[in-house]
């Protein structure tokens, strides 16, 4: 949402054109409605966005009584890019502080909500078992149901499961909006999903997150911001009421073209077969790869 802003200057008013976003991103320095208008000198004509800007402030005050930290990651921080080598020196600092809260309340054991390139998420470290437990009672989901894990790198797959399929078909599918079913290693959390041999790992084409799983330096347990069996939220005020079960909110703005179908999520545990769990919003290009480039056919055996 974009909104006419006039803005004070001596002798004269000049008209501006600016995004929620970019008044979230100052409220983040600005500790009042007051001061941040008195800052920036901004008559705001628009009621909608005044309205929304209450709404900033009123999450604010929420969270701030339930210890919860709500992070707006502006557009500009969210093109971190992933590893030391390549992130560009100009990147917003408040990227880098983000990761920092948002790592340090996954290793206190910490439920967090992240944005990623489907839907939003919940997450947790993997390997503390505690963590896990927390994520199944706030979304008072079902202990048969498994999580999937997420990490930063396409190596990574190869430390917590056990690759059958050629490397490049993983690099063809992730990072993407795709999970792929895999035998899980022995290294991997036994209480994590303990009634399977097989594991659901996710490399989100998204950059905070692949940053967050390569600064946590272990996978993270990740699974819809949602009650369960609710829609999938692509909005942080979608799954406001869980907002006070969590240690840190990262709000990235709207997510993709709300299309709410999540991964595609695909078994490839059996040699030379893939068989569809989940069909996502990836289905058709999954497939295509899956067939045409690596000769895979579908497993219709019942499970």
């Not at 993407?176 to 399977?196: K, Q, S």
């Amino acid at each position: 949402m974009r909104v006419i802003v006039w803005r004070r200057l001596p002798g004269r008013l000049k008209c501006y054109f600016v995004s929620r976003e970019h008044v979230a991103t100052k409220l983040n320095d600005i500790l009042s409605m007051h001061t941040f208008f008195k800052h920036l000198s901004y008559f705001i004509i628009s009621r909608s966005f005044r309205n929304s800007l209450l709404a900033i402030q009123q999450e604010r005050a929420m969270c701030k009584e339930l210890k919860t930290k709500v992070l707006y990651l502006s557009p500009q921080s969210q093109t971190v890019m992933n590893g030391p080598s390549a992130r560009p020196e100009e990147k917003l600092q408040d990227g880098a502080d983000f990761l920092n809260s948002t790592v340090a309340a996954l290793k206190r054991g910490e439920v967090v909500a992240v944005p990623t390139d489907t839907v939003y998420g919940l997450a947790c470290l993997a390997q503390n078992s505690d963590a896990i437990k927390r994520v199944y009672d706030i979304k008072g989901r079902n202990g048969q149901k498994p999580l999937a894990i997420c990490v930063g790198e396409i190596q990574d797959i190869y430390k917590y499961c056990k690759v059958s399929v050629k490397k490049e078909m993983l690099e063809d599918l992730l990072p993407g909006p795709v999970t792929l079913v895999l035998e899980r290693a022995e290294v991997l959390n036994p209480d994590l999903n303990p009634f399977t041999p097989l594991v659901g790992v996710r490399i989100p084409d998204h950059a905070f997150m692949r940053r967050l799983c390569q600064m946590c330096g272990e996978p993270l347990a990740l699974t819809s911001a949602n009650i369960s069996s609710h829609v999938s939220s692509v909005a942080v005020h979608e799954f406001q009421d869980l907002w006070p079960r969590l240690a840190v909110v990262v709000d990235g703005g709207p997510i993709g073209d709300h299309s709410r179908l999540g991964s595609t999520v695909v078994d490839l545990s059996v040699l030379g077969k893939y068989r569809i769990i989940r069909p996502g919003c990836a289905f058709s290009s999954t497939v295509d790869v899956l067939e045409h480039k690596y000769g895979l056919s579908e497993d219709t055996r019942q499970q």
